[in-house]
């Protein structure tokens, strides 16, 4: 007996009996699940490699991210640090240090 005829049976047991509290929930419940099972079904997630795809996906992403924030953290160090030699060279050159190279 497959989701839908629980669900059918439990509606039906609902009309004759008047829908009690157990029931009802019972009837709850069986909607949720198919609902759910429809909505893996739709995204793809319905197969058994799917919990796998699923974690590799994550690893993958932070993976990324973390290249990402690796990536903004060296631009910043390197523009940091040409503006510091451009400072320390306009410093140079405002000391007359350039007139001791030569």
């Known amino acids: ?3 839908d005829d629980v669900l059918a049976r ?3 047991q609902a009309a004759d009996s ?3 509290f157990v029931t009802l929930r019972a009837i709850v419940e069986e909607a949720s699940e198919i609902g759910a ?3 893996l079904h739709r995204l ?3 197969d058994p490699g799917a919990e796998a795809d699923q974690n590799e996906l994550r690893e993958l992403l ?3 991210r973390d290249a990402k924030r690796s990536a903004w953290r060296a631009a910043i160090a390197w ?3 040409g503006v510091f030699a451009l400072l320390l060279a306009g410093m140079a050159y405002r000391l007359g240090v350039t007139g001791l190279l030569k």
């Open 1 to 3: 007996m497959n989701s």
């Open 10 to 12: 439990l509606l039906a």
């Open 18 to 20: 008047g829908g009690d």
């Open 37 to 39: 099972e429809r909505a």
């Open 44 to 46: 793809g997630l319905a």
């Open 62 to 64: 932070a993976a990324w």
């Open 79 to 81: 523009i940091a640090r």
